[in-house]
Nanobody, 125 residues
Framework: QVRLVESGGGLVQPGGSLRLTCAAS????????MGWFRQAPGNERESVAA????????YYADSVKGRFTISRDHAKNTLYLQMNNLQDEDTAVYYC??????????????????WGQGTQVTVSS
């Protein structure tokens, strides 16, 4: 199993930035794709970004392209999500997830076997 722990959420004003971090432990050698999802109250969970753990190829939802950047640090077994120019509609609980196999795009939650506990991001003036 892979254990995932997110951090870095918080309250930010519109136009501000946050960096989310996801620390992975356990069977990290089995990770193939890692991703970020978010869920706002009353909304379904949606994929935000994903990255292949070895090759580094990335996917972004249209709503965050040009504003968010996903990256990973192999040595630290850590996944990041740099979020710039945050808007009210980015308010949600953000979850880190790991898949042990290749996935199709857009990423689906059912493709990911391991999940973090989530971190709240609130964008408000």
């Amino acid at each position: 199993q892979v254990r995932l722990v997110e951090s870095g959420g918080g309250l930010v004003q519109p136009g501000g930035s946050l960096r989310l971090t996801c620390a992975a432990s356990g069977r990290t050698f089995s990770m193939y794709v890692m991703g970020w999802f978010r869920q706002a109250p009353g909304n379904e969970r949606e994929s935000v970004a994903a990255i292949s753990w070895e090759a580094g190829s990335t996917y972004y939802a249209d709503s965050v392209k040009g504003r968010f950047t996903i990256s990973r640090d192999h040595a630290k077994n850590t996944l990041y999500l740099q979020m710039n120019n945050l808007q009210d509609e980015d308010t949600a609980v953000y979850y880190c997830a790991a898949s042990m196999a290749p996935i199709a795009t857009p990423p689906q939650g059912s493709d990911f076997a391991s999940w973090g506990q989530g971190t709240q991001v609130t964008v408000s003036s």
